[in-house]
């Protein structure tokens, strides 16, 4: 599996897109070191080549790049894909050039990428039934298919793009409470099959349509109780056939409850679990949109608290990015979020402009202790996203260093290493049984230690980001 990415030039793509533009760093690995200082690397800048310096642009640049046809009005959707008829198959060079697809809703409008140097639009000139009213949600797969929730119509459109232009195809549902129509639906999802998940907010259900675009299934039932729908607005899908998938997943994603609930449902509607944002410390917020990455964590925006909040695929909350402001790693009403799953790029929508950032990793709360009776030393830690471990020690009396294992793979949440007196790994379960010889255990050596971790991401941030942490350990 690649998950390397190439170092094409995407500045005009994120021009586009509104997805970026702001001078950061080089083309080298840049190892971070912990500081004070609000620095957080659940997500990182791209390298400079990869995007020629621009990873946010503001709607000055849509402005110039439009020649002031096009003006940023209510960001809202994204979605992001690799189309099939762009791509070179005898070349890996050009796998990270996607096409993007973004909903500016106050005019109307799909932004889209004809080309990594040209822009298209649709619903500048459409007319009747191909114009659209306030559009939200939008998804996209690799074959061309486009499907955009036009919710001041009541509608689902569905768009085909040739490689060349986006065009109209037909509009599906309309007005109404009967399966098969909306009321005001918000958010779109769609899945290797091409079956389209649909958040159909006045009606607090989920409608599942075919891609032959008849109604599958749908479910719901109108409540405040998990495992009930309250005015859906955003969906993501997968049903465990996408590539792009480590765990080949099959479950439902849906923010509903005005924005303060996530669940997690089976495809054809059974809970599996809920998460509440009272339940993470946020007294407030409101939840717009979601995406799924290669490890079906959850990324949800929240333009309240201006910021990312991430779940793993069991609900688990793993990290909240970013906070209010202009500057690095900040966000004004963060809007639509669309995730290349491949290369694990990330692109955000917010109230004025958008960033593209890449997954990288986090580790908090690590702390290290010594347990005398067996002769075992400890690691805890949390970590942000699945991510390559390096361990070295260093004895603070004689200066010398060990490298103890080098990019072991761990899972996000919290993690756990124990060490022995040679300073090797023992299984968790191995050390938790008392029965176990203390003599099997060689006695660590007194004295002071300095244990350093360096943590890497999986994705193509890899060769351009590493953190280093580090814990003292004192053996009597």
């Known amino acids: 599996m690649s998950m390397q990415i190439n170092r094409n030039k995407l500045s005009c793509l994120l021009s586009l897109l509104l997805m970026a533009a702001l001078l950061f760093h080089s083309d080298t690995q840049i190892l971070a070191l912990v500081k004070n200082e609000y620095d957080p690397t659940t997500l990182v800048f791209p390298s400079f080549l990869h995007t020629m310096g621009i990873r946010k642009a503001t709607k000055w640049h849509l402005m110039v790049y439009t020649k002031n046809r096009v003006k940023v009005r ?6 992001i894909v690799r189309l099939k008829t762009l791509d070179d198959p005898k070349t890996t060079k050009d796998d990270d050039e996607v096409t993007g697809y973004g909903v500016n809703s106050g005019q109307n409008i799909i932004v889209y990428n004809k080309s990594m140097t040209s822009l298209g639009f649709y619903g500048r000139n ?4 191909k114009r659209l009213d306030n559009p939200t949600g939008v998804a996209a797969n690799d074959r061309g298919d486009v499907y955009v929730i036009d919710t001041g119509n009541h509608r689902l459109i569905r768009l085909f793009n040739s490689g060349k232009s986006l065009k109209f ?3 599906i549902g309309g007005k109404g409470s009967l399966p098969g129509l909306f009321l005001r639906p918000r958010g779109v999802a769609m899945d290797a099959h091409g079956m389209v998940y649909v958040a159909d907010f006045g009606n607090h259900r989920i409608q599942v349509i075919r891609p032959d675009d008849k109604l599958h299934v749908w479910f ?7 495992g009930q729908l309250w005015h859906p607005t955003g969906v993501a899908a997968t049903n465990g056939r996408e590539r792009w998938s480590h765990f080949k997943d099959a479950f439902i994603a849906v923010i509903d409850l005005d924005g303060q609930r996530l669940q997690k449902f089976t495809l054809d509607g059974k809970l599996l679990g809920a998460v509440h944002l009272q339940e993470l410390g946020f007294s407030k917020g409101e939840m717009n949109y979601l995406a799924l990455d290669y490890y079906s964590n959850i990324w949800v925006t929240d333009r309240v608290n201006n910021c990312i909040h991430k779940f793993d695929r069991n609900l688990v909350h793993l990290t909240s990015f970013g906070r209010k402001g202009s500057g690095n790693k900040e966000f004004n009403e963060p809007r639509g979020i669309a995730i290349h799953k491949r290369f694990g790029q990330v692109f955000i929508a917010e ?7 890449w997954i990288g990793t986090d580790i908090r709360d690590l702390k290290s202790s010594w347990n005398p009776e067996p002769g075992l030393s400890s690691l805890t830690f949390f970590l942000t996203e699945p991510s390559y471990i390096t361990l070295t020690v260093e004895d603070k009396d004689s200066g010398s260093k060990q490298t103890l ?3 072991v793979k761990y899972d996000s949440a919290a993690q756990e290493i124990i060490l022995d007196g040679y300073w090797h790994r023992v299984p968790s ?3 938790k049984n008392a029965a176990v010889a203390t003599a099997e255990r060689p006695p660590g050596k007194p004295g002071s230690y300095v244990l350093k971790l360096k943590v890497e991401p999986t994705y193509s941030s890899i060769n351009y980001f590493a953190k280093e942490v580090e814990t003292s350990l004192s053996i009597p």
Not at 74 to 79: I, N
Request: hydrophobic share 25%; proline share 3%; charged share 35%.
């Open 220 to 226: 719901g039932h109108q409540g405040v109780e998990d």
């Open 74 to 79: 209510d960001p809202q959707g994204l979605a």
């Open 429 to 431: 379960q191995r050390a």
């Open 405 to 407: 294992f080098e990019r």
């Open 169 to 171: 195809v037909r509009a």
């Open 126 to 129: 459409e007319k009747g039934q």
């Open 351 to 357: 109230k004025e402009s958008a960033q593209y950032y």
